[in-house]
């Protein structure tokens, strides 16, 4: 079992920075492939980016690519997420999410095991 809590969301204007991170209990996170997905009203959950068990390897969804950064550091069982140049589309409930098996590609929400409760990004024009 793995139980994630996000933190870190909140309101920034167009063009501006937040970070992300997710803690992440249990033993084995090093062994998941942690994804950061989000959800606006009224639209499905979607993976934004996505991180391998060693950092080594990653996935940014196209809308994301040059503006988000995923990264991980095993030892603090933690991952981030860096979004700069923030823009009112990427307003949404984000959640962090850990797969057990599998690689950084199947961006379907089925693939994950275990969710975090989501934090909210608000960004305003």
């Known amino acids: 079992q793995v139980q994630l809590v996000e933190s870190g969301g909140g309101l920034v204007q167009a063009g501006g920075s937040l970070r992300l991170s997710c803690a992440a209990s249990?033993?084995?996170?090093?062994?998941?492939?942690m994804g950061w997905f989000r959800q606006a009203p009224g639209k499905e959950r979607t993976l934004v980016t996505a991180i391998n068990w060693s950092g080594g390897s990653t996935y940014y969804h196209d809308s994301v690519k040059d503006r988000f950064t995923i990264s991980r550091d095993n030892a603090k069982n933690t991952v981030y997420l860096q979004m700069n140049s923030l823009k009112p589309e990427d307003t949404a409930i984000y959640y962090c999410a850990a797969r057990s098996a599998g690689t950084i590609y199947f961006t379907d929400r089925t693939g994950y095991d275990y969710w975090g409760q989501g934090t909210q990004v608000t960004v305003s024009s």
């Open positions: 249990g033993h084995t996170f090093s062994r998941y492939v």
